[in-house]
């Protein structure tokens, strides 16, 4: 069974800097889309950060620069670098991974609060 399970959420003072991880179960990143996604309290859900199975990443413009998405070669984790965070990165982030073709394979980790105080 594909599980998905983040860690890493805190808090911290804006300015700082956090690490997201996302360890997987029975799947393997290296080979689906994975990506970072946020949701702020009265929000959409957005997305943070993603990478194809290329290796090719994408970031949301308010975080560029400052955020970093990567995995290991394992395929087993994925990560979020985040610095010089601001309060309006404040949010639940949830790791997602799924298959670029297959519409059912869409998995999601249970979400990591951050909250960065001003």
């Known amino acids: 069974q594909v599980q998905l399970v983040e860690s890493g959420g805190g808090f911290v003072q804006a300015g700082g800097s956090l690490r997201l991880s996302c360890a997987g179960s029975?799947?393997?990143?290296?080979?689906?889309?994975v990506g970072w996604y946020r949701q702020a309290p009265g929000q959409q859900r957005e997305l943070v950060a993603d990478i194809t199975t290329g290796g090719r990443t994408n970031y949301a413009d308010s975080v560029k620069g400052r955020f970093t998405i990567s995995r290991d070669s394992a395929g087993k984790t994925m990560f979020l670098q985040m610095s010089s965070l601001k309060p309006e990165d404040t949010a639940v982030y949830s790791c997602n991974a799924r298959h670029p073709f297959i519409t059912g394979a869409n998995y999601w980790g249970q979400g990591t609060q951050v909250t960065v105080s001003s």
């Open positions: 029975a799947i393997n990143f290296n080979m689906l889309i």
